[in-house]
Structure formats: structure tokens, C-alpha cells
């Protein structure tokens, strides 16, 4: 069923979204009629490209630049969405970390590795979620999406942190979709490894994960929008639920440890 404009004057906020799975979230948002709240935390430049690039613009859209795992900084992503919109009724939590680290090599896994991984991942959504609750609950009902990974199932992954990280949020996406109810729906969806900037370097590790994909290839960005406009659109009865595209992947081979 098509959903253009169904969306129409809603507002998005989607975090960890100047490039990647995050900015296609935005433009298929904002192509649907959402205003969208664009958020990245490396530059003011690559927030001002991104809200440029959307349908609309400036005078649409807004971008903030802003590290979720900082409470105070989260606080003022909110306030800038309330003072600009007055209202948020999607937040997709996509905002993420990770480096590559052998499972095995437990010496490698460093303190500030571990704490910034479960930082970001984990208590980054929940900062999220806390702050933006209120504005969410003035249109019932909001509509939160946090974005994990096939990781928080089969614990293969960059790093065992990442792999716990996802895990722990497909856990409290679940809880606080409990806690919530019945005013904010709270969904994650789990990605396979998607065909991304970011992961365009990883030419083995892709091979490798193609090889054990059923569907025989990687997914897009796009796969990853679509479904949140779907949740968004036409799911409105889901909440607590973690929607897995990867083409298969849990399904295929198991793999060696990742690098």
C-alpha cells in the first residue's frame, strides 16, 4: 500500500543521521512529508549538508549538532525540536559506535572502548528516549525506533561490546515498550551488515557475509527506511517488537570469528 504523505506535518528526529542508514531514514521520512530533525555529532558542516539535501531544507527541516551519549547535550536536542516544532512524533534512535576487535582478544577490548561502545549504543538511546518522552506524548501515539543489529542475536559482531550493546537495547526497547504504553510505541529493527560508506572498506568481511547471506547480498540503507516508514505508517498495533532484515543471514552458515 503506498504511504505517501501520510506522514504529512509529523515530526522525526533521527539521530546519527548526517550519512548512511541514518540520512536515508531522513530522506525517506522527509520525502513522505515529515519534518525532520537531523542530528550528528562531527560537525556543524556535515548537519547543515545533510538538512540541505532533504526535501525542503532549511525552511522544513532543522539540524543539530549533538553527542547522545551526553545528557546535556541530548537536553538540547530536545529543546531545540520543542522551541522549532513544538511536538516530536518519531524518534529513531540510530546514533551508534564500534571498532573492529577479534572476540578472542579479550586485551584489546580497552576500558574506554568498551564504556564509549555501550555509551553511545545503549545509554545514548535511552538518553534519547528520556528526553524526548514528553513531546512525544502530546500526539499519542509517539513512535520510537531504535535501530540495533542481527549482532544482539547471534553475537557475531565488530567487538563483543557491540554485540552486547544491541543485545541490551533490543532488551530495553521491549521494556520500555511496557513501561510506555499505551502513549509511545517503542519498535527496534535489526539490520545485517548493510551496504553503507562506512562499510565499503570491509571488503573481506563483506564477502564473507554475502557468502553466508541466503538472499545473496548485502542490504541497503533503503531497506532500513522503508521499514521504519512501514512501523511509522502501517504497524500501528506493534510495539516491543525487533523486526530482523538481513537477507537471512541468522539462517545461513555460522562464520568464523569476526576480525
Same mark, same amino acid.
Given at each position: 500500500? %503506498?504511504?505517501?504523505?501520510? =506522514?504529512?506535518?509529523? @515530526?522525526?528526529? @533521527?539521530?546519527?543521521? &548526517?550519512?548512511?542508514? *541514518? ?11 515529515? /519534518? ?18 532533504? %526535501? *525542503?531544507?532549511?525552511?522544513? /527541516? ?8 551526553? +545528557? ?17 512524533? =518519531? ?10 576487535? %577479534? /572476540?578472542? $582478544? ?10 564509549? &561502545? ?13 528526553a524526548f518522552a514528553p513531546l512525544l506524548r502530546k500526539h499519542p501515539p509517539g513512535l520510537v525506533v531504535n535501530i540495533a543489529s542481527i549482532a544482539a542475536t547471534i553475537a557475531l559482531g565488530s567487538s563483543v ?8 537495547? @533490543?532488551?530495553? &526497547?521491549?521494556?520500555? $515498550? ?10 527496534? =529493527? ?8 562506512? &562499510?565499503?572498506? +570491509? ?6 557475509? =554475502?557468502?553466508?547471506? %541466503? ?12 521499514? @521504519? ?16 532484515l538481513d537477507g537471512g543471514r541468522i539462517l545461513g552458515k555460522e562464520g568464523p570469528s569476526e576480525p
Open positions: 500500500m %503506498p504511504t505517501q504523505g501520510r =506522514i504529512e506535518g509529523l @515530526v522525526a528526529v @533521527v539521530t546519527g543521521s &548526517t550519512r548512511g542508514i *541514518g540520512l536515508e531514514i531522513a530522506r525517506e521520512l522527509a520525502g513522505d512529508g515529515a /519534518h525532520v530533525v537531523i542530528n550528528g555529532s562531527s560537525s556543524e558542516e556535515a548537519v547543515r549538508c545533510a538538512v540541505a539535501g532533504l %526535501p *525542503g531544507g532549511d525552511s522544513r /527541516h532543522l539540524g543539530v549538532c549533538a553527542t547522545v551519549e551526553r +545528557w546535556d547535550q541530548v537536553q538540547a536536542l530536545a529543546e531545540a525540536c520543542r522551541a522549532r516544532f513544538d511536538r516530536c512524533d =518519531i524518534l529513531v534512535n540510530n546514533a551508534g559506535f564500534t571498532r573492529f576487535i %577479534p /572476540h578472542a $582478544a579479550l586485551d584489546e577490548l580497552s576500558e574506554d572502548i568498551f564504556d564509549r &561502545t555501550l555509551s553511545v549504543n545503549l545509554k545514548g538511546a535511552f538518553f534519547c528516549i528520556r561490546a557491540y554485540c552486547a550493546s544491541k543485545a541490551a537495547l @533490543v532488551n530495553m &526497547t521491549k521494556s520500555l $515498550a511496557r513501561a510506555l504504553a499505551p502513549d509511545i510505541r517503542v519498535n527496534s =529493527i535489526s539490520p545485517g551488515l548493510i551496504d553503507t560508506e562506512l &562499510t565499503r572498506g +570491509w571488503e573481506e568481511y563483506r564477502k564473507r557475509q =554475502i557468502a553466508q547471506t %541466503p538472499m545473496g547480498r548485502l542490504g541497503i540503507a533503503g531497506d532500513i527506511a522503508r521499514c @521504519v516508514l512501514v512501523l511509522a505508517c502501517d504497524l500501528k498495533f506493534a510495539t516491543g517488537q525487533d523486526i530482523i
